[in-house]
């Protein structure tokens, strides 16, 4: 049972363009972090959300939590070729140790 | 600068070897996790664990095993490779109760 879906799954826009990703689930989770990986790497963090329908932002990227803490969105404007990454969303639940890692949403930003 | 380091980038084996994929990381964390990366299915947990010594299966533990006899170091180990075990692994750490986690850079294992 995958507990995130991201949407879209794969993402090419060209440079300068704004783009949303999606990760959605049908559970309430305590907190919401969302990692990027480039290729040849680990993921890295972006951004940890805590609080439902909180809005953070890292420059260009924004990162909302829904008021029901079942769902959240990333917000890239002006997108750039450095953009260029697989963007994971990752759910942890209350009490729990691990978190539960959304399907991916691969970005390609084209020059 | 913090470091999660895995032993092995790339991996060729075949099938029914055992195989050993070592983790170690420097920020005296207590929580290890072993991951695999599968395209289209994100990162699925295999093991995890938050002492030594300590081990915890995940969403998909069924042909891996861990060992944890220091702190710094998780081991994840395959017993009999098998073709579906082929995969990126991903080793992570993070301080206990807080969300972060820190990620090696990978090991692709291709089995034959």
């Known amino acids: 049972t995958q507990l995130l879906e991201q949407s879209p799954q794969f993402l090419s826009i060209q440079e300068g363009e704004n783009l949303t990703v999606y990760c959605n689930s049908s559970?309430?989770?305590?907190?919401l972090q969302w990692y990027r990986q480039e290729p040849g790497e680990g993921p890295v963090l972006l951004v940890t959300?805590?609080?439902?329908?909180e809005v953070k932002k890292l420059k260009r990227l924004t990162f909302q939590f829904g008021d029901a803490r079942k769902d959240s969105s990333l917000h890239i404007t002006a997108a750039q070729t450095g953009d260029t990454g697989l963007y994971l969303c990752?759910?942890?639940?209350?009490?729990?140790?691990?978190?539960?890692f959304g399907t991916g949403t691969r970005l390609t930003v084209i020059p | 600068d913090v470091k999660v380091t895995q032993s092995s980038r790339y991996l060729v084996k075949r099938t029914g070897e055992k195989v050993f994929l070592e983790c170690v990381q420097d920020?005296?964390?207590?929580?290890m996790f072993w991951y695999r990366q599968d395209p289209g299915l994100g990162l699925r947990l295999i093991y995890f664990?938050?002492?030594?010594?300590?081990?915890e299966k995940g969403d998909i533990p069924e042909g891996y095993s861990v060992s944890r006899e220091k702190k710094e170091r998780f081991s994840l180990i395959l017993e009999s490779a098998s073709t579906n075990q082929t995969s990126m692994y991903l080793c992570?750490?993070?301080?206990?109760?807080?969300?972060?986690?820190?990620f090696g850079e990978g090991s692709r294992l291709t089995v034959l």
């Open positions: 959300v805590v609080t439902g329908g």
């Open positions: 664990s938050y002492d030594v010594k300590m081990k």
């Open positions: 990752a759910g942890r639940q209350t009490g729990a140790n691990n978190l539960f």
């Open positions: 559970s309430v989770f305590s907190s």
């Open positions: 920020m005296d964390h207590e929580n």
């Open positions: 992570a750490s993070s301080p206990h109760n807080t969300g972060e986690l820190f």
